[in-house]
């Protein structure tokens, strides 16, 4: 991986942000933005972003890798000296509450350490900090986590917030290879709001036309591994997710294009959420999956014990694999490069007629 890639998927993993409470993700895309020459960025009214090389290409299909900026979060209601109400926004299981770690941050970008009281999702969350702070309303916090169980390990990532802060960065990567390449000025990025609270950003989008028309989407998640969907076997072309299943011509001409490229990849359903690709496919857009296969989803740590009734809820760092990063990136590039726009299976269907039609006789 390169040095710049792997320092900007670090930089956004551990950035903090939270439903309706993006900003500092945003700075930090638009710092990235301004970096780079030959680029158009634009906001919606509602706060997404479409990044675009300047001028776009107008001649063909564009094409946009969609990420979500937030992750669930705390959300300050009120503050005063050390005792913090928030709410939190997100999904996150009741139990990984009670006395958990937290951390909040000032609008000059100070951290404060405290610990949760009582309270549940859904309700209002009591908060004693470690020390009296100045918090506004709006401001927004997370599970603190101690600094070893950050960073690198081998082929494994762990970070406050992969979900979905590692798309971003897969998404931002595969356009800083593509942007400058005449046959690939048709591939972009959409950066959508608010996911973690039922996709309403990526509804917006589609609402405020900022998705051009005829649009194919690649929307990217970070998404719970499972025994079939391990993290480190590559990244996954999702067919469809719980709500459900995804443009069949565009998910086969993605799994098409990993195969012609000899990128590692699975191909599964990831059936235990929902994801921007249901949304952007009930307003007319053809639209299919990616995601990484993610570790401690949600933060929330020895997850299949706990919903079994016998583990310890304890948040932990978000895991991915930098393989599958890597293939991910790849595949997007590869996607941007070689995908025509959907695999035409019926006329291979044709062809196989014709040529073995005469066994029915």
């Not at 649009?215 to 990217?220: D, F, G, T, V």
């Not at 000899?262 to 921007?276: D, F, P, V």
């Not at 790849?330 to 005469?358: I, M, P, W």
Request: charged share 25%; net charge neutral.
């Amino acid at each position: 991986m390169q040095a710049a890639t792997l320092g900007l998927l670090q930089r956004l993993t551990s950035t903090p942000t939270a439903p309706g409470r993006e900003q500092i993700v945003i700075d930090v895309v638009s710092a990235w933005v301004r970096r780079r020459s030959g680029i158009q960025i634009e906001q919606d009214r509602h706060g997404n972003l479409l990044i675009r090389p300047d001028p776009p290409e107008t001649g063909s299909v564009p094409m946009l890798a969609v990420a979500h900026l937030d992750h669930p979060g705390f959300v300050v209601a009120r503050s005063a000296g050390r005792l913090v109400i928030a709410e939190f926004r997100g999904g996150v299981r009741a139990e990984y509450f009670p006395g958990a770690a937290v951390e909040f941050f000032d609008r000059s970008g100070r951290w404060h350490p405290g610990r949760v009281k009582s309270g549940i999702p859904g309700g209002p969350i009591e908060v004693e900090l470690a020390r009296a702070a100045e918090l506004l309303a709006g401001d927004i916090g997370r599970w603190r986590f101690r600094e070893s169980d950050l960073g690198l390990d081998g082929d494994r990532l762990r970070a406050p917030a992969c979900d979905d802060l590692a798309g971003v960065a897969a998404a931002l990567a595969a356009f800083d290879r593509t942007r400058r390449r005449e046959a690939t000025a048709h591939f972009g990025v959409l950066l959508t709001r608010a996911e973690e609270v039922g996709f309403v950003g990526a509804i917006a989008a589609a609402k405020s036309r900022l998705i051009p028309k005829r649009a194919k989407l690649l929307s990217i998640e970070t998404s719970r591994a499972f025994p079939d969907s391990p993290i480190g076997a590559g990244p996954i072309v999702r067919v469809g997710d719980a709500s459900s299943v995804f443009d069949s011509d565009l998910t086969n001409a993605v799994a098409e294009t990993a195969v012609r490229s000899g990128i590692t990849h699975q191909r599964k359903l990831m059936a235990g959420g929902s994801c921007e690709a249901t949304a952007f496919g009930a307003y007319g857009y053809r639209a299919t999956g990616l995601c990484l296969a993610l570790g401690n989803y949600h933060n929330m740590g020895d997850l299949d014990r706990v919903e079994q009734g016998i583990g310890k809820a304890r948040p932990a760092p978000e895991e991915i694999s930098l393989a599958d990063f890597d293939g991910l990136v790849e595949l997007l590039v590869a996607c941007a490069r070689d995908l025509d726009g959907g695999a035409d299976l019926s006329a291979r269907l044709d062809r196989r007629f014709e040529a073995s039609k005469h066994l029915l006789d």
